[in-house]
C-alpha cells in the first residue's frame, strides 16, 4: 500500500508569483486535507476536499485555492505569492471526511 | 475561535523515564482528540486519540488522559527511548478539521 506523497520536495519562488502543490493520497482514500505550517508552529488547517468537492476551510484567504481530481489525488495553489507563505505546505488523506488522517512529508515553499 | 496549546515548547528526559506532555484547549464543545508525533523531514504520524467520553487510553507504551472539567489532555511515554525524540502535537479534531497546538520538543538523553 502506498502512503501518502506530495511533490515537489521543496521549491523557491519569488514574491508575487503562482505555486502548485501535488499530493497523491492513499489507495483507497477519498478525503485530502491540506495544512500549512510555519517553521516552530503546529500546522494550520487551508481546507479539505471531498469527492472532488471542498468541504471546509480555514482561515486563508481566497488566493489559496485547491483541486481534488477523479482519482483523489489533489493540488494546492497559491497565487501572489508573500513572504510569510513560507512554510511546509502538508496534505493530509482519509477514509473519509472524518476518518483517520495520513499525512504526507510535506512541501517546504521558500518565498523571496 | 478554538485554540489548542501545549504547556511546555521543549521537553528533555533521559532514556528509560516517563514523559509526560501537556495540553490545554479552549472548546469545551470539543470532543475528539488526537497526539501526533512529527520527526524531522517528515509529516505528523497518528500516536492515539481519544474521545470526550472517555477519561483515558492506552496504547503501546503511551497513555492519554483527558480532564474536561479543566480542559487539559496529557501524553504520557513509558521508557522513553531515543527514537522518541520529536516534536509533539495535540490537536482537536471537529468535523475533519484538526486545530494543532504548536508542539513540544521531546528530546531523549541516552
Known amino acids: 500500500e502506498t502512503g501518502v506523497t506530495q511533490s515537489p520536495t521543496h521549491l523557491i519562488k519569488t514574491r508575487g508569483q503562482q505555486v502548485t502543490l501535488r499530493c497523491s493520497s492513499q489507495s483507497g482514500h477519498n478525503t485530502v486535507s491540506w495544512y500549512q505550517q510555519a517553521l516552530g508552529q503546529g500546522p494550520q488547517f487551508i481546507f479539505q476536499y471531498y469527492r472532488e468537492e471542498e468541504n471546509g476551510r480555514g482561515n486563508f484567504p481566497p488566493r489559496f485555492s485547491g483541486l481534488q481530481f477523479p482519482n483523489y489525488s489533489s493540488e494546492l495553489n497559491v497565487n501572489a505569492l508573500e513572504l510569510d507563505d513560507s512554510a511546509l505546505y502538508l496534505c493530509a488523506s482519509s477514509l473519509d471526511r472524518v476518518g483517520e488522517q495520513y499525512f504526507g512529508p510535506g512541501t517546504r515553499l521558500t518565498v523571496t | 475561535g478554538e485554540s489548542v496549546g501545549l504547556h511546555l515548547p521543549t521537553l528533555s528526559v533521559q532514556e528509560g523515564d516517563n514523559s509526560i506532555i501537556n495540553c490545554a484547549y479552549s472548546n469545551s464543545a470539543s470532543d475528539y482528540f488526537i497526539w501526533y508525533k512529527q520527526e524531522s523531514g517528515k509529516g505528523p504520524q497518528f500516536i492515539i486519540d481519544?474521545?470526550?467520553?472517555?477519561d483515558k487510553r492506552q496504547g503501546q507504551r503511551v497513555t492519554v488522559l483527558l480532564n474536561k472539567t479543566v480542559k487539559h489532555l496529557s501524553l504520557q511515554i513509558a521508557a522513553t527511548q531515543p527514537g522518541d525524540s520529536a516534536v509533539y502535537f495535540c490537536?482537536?479534531?471537529?468535523?475533519?478539521?484538526?486545530?494543532f497546538g504548536d508542539g513540544t520538543t521531546l528530546t531523549v538523553k541516552p
Open positions: 490537536a482537536e479534531r471537529t468535523a475533519g478539521k484538526s486545530t
Open positions: 481519544i474521545r470526550s467520553n472517555m
